[in-house]
């Protein structure tokens, strides 16, 4: 019998074995985001959590040079600057080229406080529609049938801008007594590309004034939570995720807004499919007051008038980049009660480096039982409250999950400090809170 025929099989048997030994961490490696970043002087480590045996045979090169194996010591970002890494295995299979970006350690003095939030959204946002009845009793929606949608923001009447409800509804009732049609430009929700309606107002003898079938609002309030305050630029960040409009749920396009300082006067529990809230009132003596620049996934941010006060924590603390965080332990800093800042045990159960479209970086789970007793878990008002693993901001809550209120997702600390402007990109960032029960007026 020949030798070789009888090796054969022993042959594809050892292949297919390691083929299948080798199946999880080649998926695991070639899951690797395409981008990350350490600091300065933390190790370049990539952290699969696979048993060794089974990744020791995937080698890294950075810039070209043989760096480390996985298992092995993994080497130190010794400065800033950009990194090309080349995995392979058995050292000459490509399987996955990435960039590690280094950048400095960044220092942040975490949150906790509790926040009043206004903005003032671009032009008036459409929050509803109406038919309007005329004369002779019959109804009519001029905005509609000119293809208005829910959503879409208000910008110009006749040329000129408009910028409050109140304006709006006088621009046409005023325009409407002409009887000649109104252009009105909006931005689509969709799109925001701007478009034009022509539309012509209509007596409504409700409301006793011309109409064209619209419900507009131009701003919303809520209360939140600080997440971290950079004292070299003096910029903050807060509540980690985007603003929306209550009765949209679009993004609102920022046309200016303020911060302030806000105290919490009770809480209203969470429970399966009912989130709770807590309860505050804006209150200028809390020694918090800023402007709102940016509103984004990951949160809002801008710059404090001075530095806030903070009862719990004045020392600043590392940001930690997204490979640093660690499934398990961590803390939040929230205030459930006046304007007193507390820590409350939770766990990292999940970090998810791909979710930054989306702002959510991590899934936390509540664990502290004084915490739980008070709140059922994750409510509205404590989104923004700082995650802190290590000595190090890792993150803030964001979201939580209706059915667990034990549960929800977290913000990365990283993907917030890039938005804020408080890392420099040299080497390269819903559900609402609590809004307020403003007025809705009909135009």
Request: net charge positive; charged share 20%.
């Amino acid at each position: 019998m020949d030798y070789r025929k009888q090796k054969l099989p022993a042959v594809l048997l050892v292949v297919i074995f390691l083929g299948l030994c080798l199946q999880l961490p080649f998926q695991v490696v070639q899951n690797l985001p395409p981008q990350q970043r350490v600091a300065v002087g933390e190790k370049i480590d990539f952290q699969l959590n696979l048993p060794k045996i089974f990744t020791d045979q995937f080698e890294f090169k950075i810039d070209g040079v043989p760096a480390f194996y996985l298992g092995q010591a993994a080497p130190v970002a010794a400065k800033p600057g950009e990194l090309k890494v080349q995995v392979k295995l058995f050292g000459f299979i490509p399987v996955r080229e990435m960039m590690v970006s280094v950048v400095p350690e960044i220092k942040v003095i975490p949150g906790g406080q509790a926040i009043g939030v206004m903005m003032n959204s671009e032009g008036v946002m459409v929050v509803g529609r109406s038919s309007i009845i005329d004369g002779q009793g019959k109804r009519h929606n001029p905005a509609a049938e000119a293809g208005v949608k829910l959503g879409d923001i208000l910008i110009k009447i006749n040329g000129v801008k408009v910028e409050t409800e109140g304006q709006v509804r006088d621009q046409i009732n005023n325009l409407g007594k002409t009887g000649k049609p109104l252009v009105l430009i909006l931005k689509s929700k969709n799109t925001q590309k701007p478009y034009n309606a022509t539309i012509t107002p209509i007596f409504c003898n409700e409301t006793k004034r011309y109409r064209v079938g619209l419900f507009v609002r131009d701003s919303t309030a809520g209360v939140g939570t600080m997440t971290f305050y950079h004292p070299e630029t003096r910029s903050y960040g807060a509540l980690g995720h985007i603003i929306t409009d209550v009765d949209t749920c679009q993004p609102i396009n920022l046309n200016g807004g303020k911060v302030v300082g806000a105290t919490i006067e009770g809480i209203r529990m969470g429970k399966k499919g009912q989130p709770g809230e807590k309860l505050g009132v804006f209150s200028a003596e809390e020694g918090i007051s800023g402007n709102i620049i940016k509103n984004t996934n990951c949160g809002i941010f801008g710059i404090l008038d001075q530095e806030p006060k903070n009862n719990y924590s004045k020392r600043a603390i590392p940001v930690a980049m997204t490979a640093e965080i660690q499934e398990g332990p961590a803390e939040i800093y929230t205030v459930l009660n006046n304007n007193r800042i507390e820590k409350f045990s939770i766990e990292v159960q999940q970090v998810i480096p791909n979710g930054k479209a989306e702002g959510k970086g991590m899934i936390i789970k509540i664990t502290d039982p004084r915490l739980l007793a008070k709140t059922g878990g994750i409510i509205q008002g404590m989104s923004g409250s700082p995650i802190v693993q290590d000595n190090k901001l890792i993150g803030a809550v964001t979201h939580v999950f209706v059915n667990d209120p034990a549960r929800g997702y977290g913000v990365l600390a990283e993907w917030m400090l890039y938005n804020s402007g408080a890392i420099s990109k040299h080497v390269s960032i819903r559900k609402n809170e609590k809004n307020d029960e403003r007025s809705i007026i009909a135009c």
